[in-house]
């Protein structure tokens, strides 16, 4: 008896844990994607989809209808929502064991943009050049989901690691892509639909990664790795054969290891040699030299200055720097594209005499500060102007590096890498389109990168399934030296597979070729760039056949004589140079593809390319370099023509 008690005591309690565990294991969870605050797109079927205890009945409601589902064996539940019109704010509640709400949804268009780090560049990097539309940032309207950087080389995943939507105002704006809000904002203001913004980018990523592994089966060597990447023993092997570049030892500067470092106010200067700011040491003194430099300069400042907000402005410096006024720390940056803005603490400035000391570490190339680039002591309304003379002391040597740099084992540059991770989880989500800011680590192989952009295309509209979806995308800017003679650019190569994938349908490139700068793959001018992408959306989203979407785009090209005659779209009203000079920046060649400059005319529509010394004509190249001089052709809407070479005989 006091056994058989026993066992139906145990029996009760067991049923009773499983009765009070039950609603712990069958509660309802969703994607990181569906919370609040979230846009959902307009005039679409919506899906609302997570997971539960498999058969757990699950109830949506929204917009005064109720929808339901059953949780499938594995777990996952999905539910479509008809189509509603743009609009909101609206409230949606799912419940099954457990009851959730979600707030404050609108309904708009969503964009999924993505690429590496020109879309990812915040306005916080940029804050200087948009400080009034930082500012004055008040749209509620626009959001956008930051996906957080995240890879998966064993297959998709199925939700992201985090993430929240936030809106445009001038505190969370600071954190949207600066291309992304602009384009956003550009639309905004004219349609005055709400426009969702999903972010899932990463700075210098090859277009592989973001290809799913059905999208590369076209490519057998990256299949090949795609395999092998799956394969957890072989990743570690190649995690532990991989040697990674050490920090130097700060110990080993002599700028800190004397006895007074070289930023104290107590230390007095020996034998230090002048140097210019901005300019690379190489090409002042200190060739070929990889190291530590630190860099010193007195300044004067008035006492009007003193007592007021004040920054100081370094431009760019290659590599990393730390630096130092009055003896304090007062910022510090650790690898080379983010602009050098400090801002001062209250009593940083003196009136009389300031020390300003920068530490420069690079590693590898022209170390020192960028040209071309402000620098300058700004508090009120006045400016100090930091460039000239400054002087310089070696505090550490690096020894010379081998010629072949290892470069470390990366998932998130793997094929596939981060398409498993962060566009997999979003593809339930339904969109309006993509936007797609990429190509600069794919430069070595522009042949290559002709295939597969085309392929990342198709690859999600397939995943979205839908073919149509508008695809809209960035060409590379201007960037590098410029060369003054006819010659092969890896650049250009690689525009040039990016203009070839307009003939996709419901596809759209901003042409950037005015828009670069010579010395910062991160060039500053991201507005026009965002604002060239919404033109593009005016026209295939909001079905406005009277927006001029680009400048001229190559199209066609026939030989008359001993000249080529060019035919162009997008020509809007007319083709023009845009400072009234002539055309440059063409040039011409016979089918030994030996190009000279050629003479250029605007004819109606078309133009002329000729070079008197060229009698048998078969080939044109157009801003055909890395940073063309002076390419000049337009449209009297004053969008540039895209670089192009005509396709020969």
């Not at 109830?59 to 909101?88: L, Q």
Request: some cysteine.
């Amino acid at each position: 008896m006091h056994y058989y008690c026993m066992i139906k005591n145990l029996s009760t309690i067991i049923i009773l844990f499983l009765l009070i565990s039950l609603p712990c294991i069958s509660q309802v969870s969703l994607p990181r994607l569906i919370r609040d605050s979230m846009v959902l797109q307009r005039d679409s079927r919506i899906m609302i989809w997570g997971w539960a205890t498999p058969g757990e009945k699950v109830k949506v409601s929204f917009n005064h209808k109720i929808y339901k589902a059953v949780t499938e064996p594995k777990g996952e539940w999905n539910i479509s929502i008809e189509p509603v019109k743009a609009g909101g704010p609206y409230t949606m509640q799912i419940d099954a064991s457990n009851h959730l709400v979600i707030k404050d949804i609108l309904i708009g268009d969503v964009w999924l943009c993505s690429g590496q780090s020109n879309m990812v560049h915040q306005m916080s990097l940029h804050k200087d050049r948009y400080e009034q539309e930082i500012a004055t940032a008040d749209y509620p309207q626009i959001r956008q989901f930051w996906v957080p950087l995240s890879s998966n080389l064993s297959g998709p995943q199925e939700d992201l690691l985090g993430g929240y939507w936030k809106t445009a105002n001038p505190h969370d704006v600071l954190q949207f892509s600066a291309v992304a809000f602009f384009f956003a904002r550009k639309l905004f203001r004219r349609f005055h639909i709400p426009i969702g913004l999903i972010n899932a980018s990463v700075g210098g990523t090859p277009i592989q990664a973001w290809i799913s592994e059905d999208g590369l089966k076209t490519f057998p060597m990256i299949t090949s790795t795609v395999i092998l990447n799956k394969d957890t023993a072989y990743i570690q092997t190649l995690k532990r054969n991989t040697h990674l570049v050490q920090p130097k030892d700060q110990s080993e500067d002599k700028g800190i290891t004397a006895s007074l470092p070289w930023y104290d106010m107590n230390y007095i200067p020996r034998d230090w040699r002048t140097i210019t700011v901005p300019g690379y040491w190489e090409t002042q003194g200190l060739r070929d030299f990889d190291g530590i430099v630190w860099y010193r300069k007195e300044v004067n400042i008035p006492a009007a200055m003193v007592g007021l907000p004040a920054k100081i402005v370094l431009g760019r410096i290659v590599n990393a720097d730390i630096v130092y006024l009055n003896g304090k720390k007062i910022g510090q940056t650790t690898y080379e594209y983010p602009q050098r803005r400090y801002q001062l603490p209250s009593g940083a400035l003196v009136a009389g005499k300031n020390v300003l000391v920068v530490q420069v570490t690079n590693e590898s190339g022209p170390g020192g500060f960028v040209p071309d680039k402000p620098y300058s002591i700004v508090s009120g309304n006045d400016t100090i102007d930091l460039k000239g003379n400054w002087e310089y002391k070696v505090g550490r040597v690096f020894a010379p590096q081998k010629s072949e740099v290892e470069v470390p084992f990366s998932a998130q540059n793997s094929p596939t890498g981060l398409y498993n991770a962060m566009i997999a989880p979003l593809k339930n989500f339904a969109i309006s389109g993509f936007l797609f800011y990429q190509g600069e680590s794919n430069t070595e192989n522009a042949k290559e990168y002709e295939s597969l952009f085309p392929s990342l295309i198709n690859d999600w509209r397939n995943k979205w399934g839908e073919n149509g979806l508008p695809f809209l995308f960035v060409q590379l800017p201007n960037f590098m030296d410029v060369r003054y003679q006819p010659s092969e650019s890896k650049w250009a190569a690689t525009r040039d597979a990016q203009l070839k994938a307009l003939r996709l349908s419901q596809t759209g490139m901003a042409v950037a070729i005015d828009l670069g700068e010579w010395n910062d793959i991160h060039p500053d001018r991201k507005k026009e760039i965002g604002e060239r992408l919404a033109l593009w959306a005016e026209k295939l989203i909001y079905h406005d056949t009277t927006t001029v979407v680009s400048g001229p785009i190559y199209q066609s090209s026939r030989i008359k004589g001993n000249k080529l005659i060019i035919s162009f779209s997008n020509i809007g009203t007319g083709l023009l140079t845009r400072d009234g000079e002539a055309l440059s920046e063409f040039a011409i060649a016979g089918k030994d593809k030996k190009f000279a400059w050629a003479n250029a005319i605007i004819s109606g529509d078309q133009v002329i390319v000729w070079n008197d010394t060229i009698t048998n004509p078969a080939f044109v190249r157009y801003a055909w370099a890395d940073n063309p001089d002076n390419p000049n052709l337009c449209n009297k809407e004053g969008l540039p023509a895209s670089p192009f070479e005509t396709a020969g005989p």
